[in-house]
């Protein structure tokens, strides 16, 4: 993994001194602290950003836990937790399990499914009914127990765009190498980005898929303020964010290496 990250980087960045500064990976942060969500921000699908509607996003037992016993219908109500600070150049490492009851009146696709979003807007710049976050997905997803092939950490994107052998790729979601997870077991997932150029999803210590050029554009958001969708901008950067959309998900051990290289005197 060592190696792998040196090379992605010296082919990105070009410069040997920068791998060998990080090749302990000394200087990670962790986002999640095992005792309250004080530092992220939640936005949910009619709602204000802030309001943490029927306590979606709850800490017990050192996880975060994503719930909807306290809704009354789920109403679209697709949630995100966003950490408070956006990244450019990183390294994220995170933990996340599947498990319990889907909402039967979330739209079928949810089930077994959610997401760890990156690269995504300011939660402060989406409108009340905006549904998803301009963003990345890391998506997330649990076998059905039918025996069909179901790879997760494939990549999804609302409200952008990336390019994928060589150009722009029209599809919705890229599916990832992954073999397939059960639910109701741990499985952890790394992202590493480097800015608007090569971003590597790797699923319990495995390469599954690299793209490349995140960018606004696409479809699927809904809602949005036209100011901020700017067809074929170039992320640089943005917010990190743990998605709600019907299926019970928890999260732990969320942690971030800053990988942005540091400008020269």
Known sequence: MKLYYCL???????????????????????????????????????????????????????????????????NEQFGHLYYKQPFSYYHLVFE???????????PGYTIKNSGVMFHSQDPKSMPREQNWPISIEFQLLAGLGDGVARPTGNMCSP?????????????????????TYEGDQ?????????GDSLITHIVNGDTVLQYSKP?????????YDPAIKQDGKLLKEGFIALQSEGQPVDFRNIKILNLKPESKK
């Open 8 to 74: 992605v980087t010296l082919l990105v960045l070009g410069t040997t001194a920068y791998c060998q500064r990080n090749a302990d990976k000394k200087g990670w942060k962790t986002l999640f602290n095992g005792k309250d969500i004080n530092d992220w921000v939640p936005k949910i699908n009619h709602h204000e950003v802030g309001e943490n509607y029927g306590n979606t996003f709850r800490v017990e037992d050192g996880i975060i836990k994503v719930r909807y016993d306290q809704y009354d219908v789920f």
């Open 96 to 106: 996340y399990r599947i498990e319990g009851e889907w909402r039967k009146d979330a």
């Open 159 to 179: 409200g952008t765009d990336v390019v994928f052998d060589g150009k722009i790729d029209s599809r919705h979601c890229i599916s990832s190498s992954s073999k």
């Open 186 to 194: 741990w499985v952890k997932g790394e992202i590493i980005v480097l």
């Open 215 to 223: 960018q606004i554009g696409g479809g699927v958001v809904a809602n």
